[in-house]
């Protein structure tokens, strides 16, 4: 159930940037965090009234709240400005594979707080979920020089993309670990909760950041048809999160964390289908992106399944059977 989840939240995550894609091309992130972070309240308090989640929240302690709360704000306020950043820099194509090493961040974190073990399995898919934004950065590299030469839809800003998909990946890498801890030994109601929770607390936050940084001026003057690819970024966007928290409530970060990052292979059939003129197909991003789906998968397999599988010698059993720490 953890895994199918965590499969839904993806599919709908991968639409969510498509969508998102269009909006920046002509609105600001301000005004997209403006529509996108508080949509989210109204939709998880409607689904946690409907599943009867609410009750939940009286069981939540002061630390839950806290960890909720901090989860909200790294994920929804830090992590997806910078997304956003990178996706109107250079495209979801492109910054997908670098934001979704987000994994890497959330496997330290389990491996120090949470008692998860680190497998040779796991070692080999990390090593391919590194190289794959690493391929998508040197075909970015490459086709910097040719873009100087045609006309495009839109111009990458490769420099820019990198860091700010990075920044994404390290604020995307510590939000799982605070909702874990807190769904320890909870049900999947407190997870309904605990995401409207979340949501609350990036909601504040962003309605201080519009008001102390004078951007209700350029909140106010959004488009309507920009503020319709907002909305429906809005949506997705919290209907992934809620599909998120709820796989955490029955699967470990370490198995939730590389499923969700099939949302690179959804990100490629979204965007061709709808931002096929403002996104790049090249085949090294191609590759790069089937490089990280490879990595993400093993991360989510068992030793013992890929030793049935292989059908593998004894003389193997050791290399198998190593964790850290």
């Not at 391919?128 to 910097?144: D, H, R, S, W, Y």
């Not at 929770?197 to 004078?214: E, H, K, N």
């Not at 979204?270 to 096929?276: A, E, G, K």
Request: glycine content about 8%; hydrophobic content about 55%; proline content about 4%.
């Amino acid at each position: 159930m953890g895994g199918f989840l965590a499969l839904c939240a993806a599919a709908t995550f991968a639409l969510n940037n498509t969508l998102m894609r269009r909006g920046v091309l002509s609105g600001s992130v301000i005004q997209a965090m403006a529509i996108t972070v508080p949509f989210g309240v109204p939709l998880m308090f409607f689904v946690a009234l409907s599943l009867g989640a609410l009750p939940a929240l009286d069981d939540f302690t002061l630390s839950n709240y806290a960890a909720f709360s901090a989860a909200g704000i790294a994920h929804f306020v830090v992590g997806r400005y910078f997304n956003y950043r990178a996706v109107q820099a250079i495209g979801t194509n492109l910054s997908g594979p670098l934001v979704e090493s987000s994994i890497l961040v959330a496997l330290v974190f389990a491996v120090m707080l949470l008692d998860e073990k680190l497998t040779i399995i796991k070692i080999i898919g990390i090593i391919l979920v590194m190289a794959g934004p690493l391929m998508i950065t040197e075909t970015g590299n490459k086709n910097a020089k040719a873009h100087a030469k045609e006309e495009l839809a839109f111009t990458p800003k490769y420099l820019e993309g990198y860091i700010y998909s990075l920044l994404a990946a390290v604020a995307y890498g510590f939000s799982p670990i605070f909702v874990r801890i807190s769904l320890e030994n909870k049900n999947w109601h407190a997870s309904i909760a605990g995401g409207l929770v979340s949501y609350v607390a990036a909601t504040i936050v962003m309605v201080l950041i519009i008001v102390l940084f004078g951007q209700i001026k350029n909140v106010s003057q959004i488009s309507w048809t920009t503020a319709r690819w907002f909305c429906g970024a809005g949506f997705f966007v919290g209907v992934s999160q809620l599909l998120r928290f709820i796989a955490l409530a029955f699967a470990p970060v370490s198995v939730v964390s590389p499923i969700h990052r099939s949302s690179l292979i959804f990100r490629l059939i979204f965007s061709y289908m709808i931002n096929r003129k403002y996104e790049s197909f090249a085949s090294g991003m191609i590759a790069g992106t089937i490089t990280s789906i490879a990595g993400a998968v093993l991360l989510s397999m068992s030793v013992d399944i890929v030793r049935e599988s292989l059908n593998l010698p004894a003389w193997m059993d050791p290399i198998f059977n190593w964790s850290w720490p």
